[in-house]
T-cell receptor, first 115, second 110 residues
Framework: KAGVTQTPRYLIKTRGQQVTLSCSPI?????VSWYQQTPGQGLQFLFE???????NKGNFPGRFSGRQFSNSRSEMNVSTLELGDSALYLC??????????????FGPGTRLTVT | KNEVEQSPQNLTAQEGEFITINCSYS?????LHWLQQHPGGGIVSLFM???GKKKHGRLIATINIQEKHSSLHITASHPRDSAVYIC????????????FGKGTKLTVNP
């Protein structure tokens, strides 16, 4: 079974631009969660999608958005990039459902650098 | 809001030593996750547990729900165990929305 894939793996953008990151979950997984990891703040939850609906959201500004398609693939978008958005963006997939009792499988991450 | 504390922040050991990493959280949970992150960023889920103890090879995870505490043990540590170990808990009882500890950086010297 193929693992979680993320594209692109590395990205360099300029302040003010926007960026779209993609995540393909493990086949059969319906939940996709996105996380941001920085040296200062560590891992932080961005949002979770389940069956094309945003089910949970972290404390990030509206510049961060996402969506999930009918095949469970997910994208996240960051508009008007700031230097502080430089981070490793990870997605994780799980079977989902309710109860928070599902193991999450992480992708390799997209390293975004904003200059 | 659940808060997660991990200790120690950094740990250096000699190959073969027994390692313990601790995690405490503030709000009752349905499950706790232990994750491993190697240099380069890839994260692997080691355990997800809601009670008692789980074992996988040389790794053992325990949880005490009443005390809101979990430990990750590594027996006969090896240099390839060098990584950052992170615990994570849901912010609400049954949510997929996780909050993470700051991680424990483990270095095992040969």
């Amino acid at each position: 079974k193929a693992g979680v894939t993320q594209t692109p793996r590395y990205l360099i953008k300029t302040r003010g631009q926007q960026v779209t990151l993609s995540c393909s979950p493990i086949s059969g997984h319906r939940s996709v969660s996105w996380y941001q990891q920085t040296p200062g703040q560590g891992l932080q939850f961005l949002f979770e999608y389940f069956s094309e609906t945003q089910r949970n959201k972290g404390n990030f500004p509206g510049r961060f958005s996402g969506r999930q398609f009918s095949n469970s693939r997910s994208e996240m978008n960051v508009s008007t990039l700031e230097l502080g958005d430089s981070a490793l963006y990870l997605c994780a997939s799980s079977l989902g459902g309710t109860g928070g009792f599902y193991e999450q499988y992480f992708g390799p991450g997209t390293r975004l650098t904003v200059t | 809001k659940n808060e997660v504390e991990q200790s120690p922040q950094n740990l250096t050991a000699q190959e073969g030593e027994f390692i313990t990493i601790n995690c405490s959280y503030s709000v009752g949970i349905s499950a706790l996750h232990w994750l491993q992150q190697h240099p380069g960023g890839g994260i692997v889920s080691l355990f997800m547990l809601s009670s008692g103890k789980k074992k996988h090879g040389r790794l053992i995870a325990t949880i005490n729900i009443q005390e809101k505490h979990s430990s990750l043990h590594i027996t006969a540590s090896h240099p390839r165990d060098s990584a950052v170990y992170i615990c994570a808990v849901p912010t609400q009882g049954g949510s997929e929305k996780l909050v993470f500890g700051k991680g424990t950086k483990l270095t095992v010297n040969p």
